[in-house]
T-cell receptor
């Protein structure tokens, strides 16, 4: 099992450009999450999807959109990137059968110039 | 909105020292998790505590959940350079998305 995979690993954008961050999990988890991590701010929830076909806003959704393409894939889109969106983005999926453990991907390091 | 605080924010110690980090909130939680994140990686689950007053040990790491299930502590005995990382607490409340504290950044030098 690959667990949670994210692409790309690194990305540099210019202000106003758009891009989609891809996330996939092979653990058959229902719930998936997108976080951003900034120095001193911890992990902040952008959007989550409790199950296929549903998405909900988290703490910091402005400037982002998401798509739960199927049970495996959950993408995050920046329509018009801004320097304030420079961050490390983590995707996670949730195992709810026993301990509600979140499994994280390796992250995407995004710089917006 | 629940207030979640982790302390200290930064901790730099020598190999062999003991340390304790804290996670405090004004809310009651059904359970609480501790994650460790190493540089360049995503967080990885260390432990889940469920019962008020519960103590769990993971080698040199001891985790405690407060009696009122509002706070937790992580104690590391004889810290090693491999313990270096960001320690995050994540309380759970039924029906809500998992939230994370801002974390404690631990640096252990040899």
């Amino acid at each position: 099992n690959a667990g949670v995979t994210q692409t790309p690993k690194f990305q540099v954008l210019k202000t106003g450009q758009s891009m989609t961050l891809q996330c996939a999990q092979d653990m058959n988890h229902n719930s998936m999450y997108w976080y951003r991590q900034d120095p001193g701010m911890g992990l902040r929830l952008i959007y989550y999807s409790a199950s296929e076909g549903t998405t909900d806003k988290g703490e910091v959704p402005n400037g982002y959109n998401v798509s739960r393409l199927n049970k495996r894939e959950f993408s995050l889109r920046l329509e018009s990137a801004a320097p304030s969106q420079t961050s490390v983005y983590f995707c996670a999926s949730l195992e709810m059968e026993f301990y509600n453990e979140q499994f994280f991907g390796p992250g995407t390091r995004l710089t917006v110039l | 909105t629940q207030l979640l605080e982790q302390s200290p924010q930064f901790l730099s110690i020598q190999e062999g020292e003991n340390l304790t980090v804290y996670c405090n909130s004004s809310s009651v939680f059904s359970s609480l998790q501790w994650y460790r994140q190493e540089p360049g990686e995503g967080p990885v689950l260390l432990v889940t505590v469920v019962t008020g007053g519960e103590v769990k040990k993971l080698k040199r790491l001891t985790f405690q959940f407060g009696d009122a299930r509002k706070d937790s502590s992580l104690h590391i005995t004889a810290a090693q350079p491999g313990d270096t990382g960001l320690y995050l607490c994540a309380p759970n409340q039924a029906g809500t998305a998992l939230i994370f504290g801002k974390g404690t950044t631990l640096s252990v030098s040899s």
